[in-house]
């Protein structure tokens, strides 16, 4: 049986979206929650700190537009351009922004196989994105072509080593049902970035043993339990409290370790 992760996560934007603060707090609990995020904003605050020039940013596949979020709170001076596939995501982000007051995040409805500004973008993101691109050479470069020289890329997206659940075993169904990959090996993403025409890309794996435990506890024994029954949700609001700490640590000892395989990637790569 599918564990429907995604119509979970839409679910709670449908639900949040409509107020600026609980889209805030949304927000704010994603940072803490979710161990990508972690890996993500860990290379960005990195990243910010070279650069003291105004920046052209691509958050390519916002999805809520978390990222972006992120991005124009820590980022001295940048431009956001948010794309997504989804208009449903572009709708709503747009108006969250503008009542946030974040005049300089533009949102707009892109096909990223389709979509390229040509030497337009001084960082280009892409978090949880690949995974779901059949056509991922074509996107690359796309990418390759929007960036500025010495532009950065940075890429979130799940390894072949088990892509944080997409299949566990080979009788069951995906737990995120819209991957059209199971992972990347660190092999084939470099020769994709560098047939496409980046001249270095560095990749390091993620969700190593701390992330996958905290992986469990945080996102699959929940959604598989809600996916069972709702009643489950009275549950959660005992199970959550008590995991989250430990949680958090796992998350923490997880960014600072280095690890020799893990179930995510966490790529960059520079024009």
Not at 87 to 116: I, M, S, W
Not at 126 to 138: A, C, G, Q, W
Not at 190 to 197: I, N, T, V, Y
Request: hydrophobic content about 40%; proline content about 3%.
């Amino acid at each position: 049986m599918s564990m429907q992760y995604e119509p979970l996560k839409h679910r709670i934007d449908r639900f949040i979206s409509k107020h600026v603060f609980l889209k805030k707090v949304f927000f704010l609990l994603l940072d803490i929650y979710l161990l990508r995020t972690w890996h993500v904003h860990k290379e960005l605050r990195k990243f910010s700190k070279t650069k003291s020039y105004h920046l052209a940013v691509l958050d390519a596949g916002a999805g809520f537009g978390q990222y972006s979020w992120f991005i124009l709170r820590t980022f001295k001076k940048v431009n956001v351009t948010a794309v997504d596939v989804s208009e449903e995501h572009v709708l709503k982000a747009r108006r969250f922004f503008a009542k946030a007051g974040y005049p300089n995040a533009q949102f707009q409805t892109e096909d990223l196989t389709r979509f390229c500004d040509e030497n337009a973008f001084d960082l280009i993101l892409s978090v949880d994105v690949m995974e779901h691109i059949l056509d991922d050479r074509n996107v690359f470069g796309n990418f390759y072509q929007s960036l500025k020289s010495e532009g950065m890329l940075l890429i979130s997206t799940p390894s072949d080593q088990g892509g944080s659940g997409v299949h566990d075993h080979d009788e069951e169904e995906s737990f995120i049902d819209e991957h059209v990959r199971d992972g990347y090996a660190v092999s084939d993403i470099r020769e994709k970035l560098e047939s496409a025409g980046f001249k270095k890309v560095e990749a390091k794996y993620t969700y190593g043993s701390p992330g996958k435990i905290s992986w469990l506890l945080q996102m699959k024994i929940p959604v598989t339990l809600l996916n069972n029954s709702r009643f489950f949700v009275l549950l959660l609001m005992i199970y959550i409290p008590v995991i989250i700490f430990p949680c958090l640590i796992l998350n923490f000892f997880d960014t600072v370790l280095k690890h020799k395989s893990g179930t995510g990637l966490l790529v960059k790569a520079w024009k």
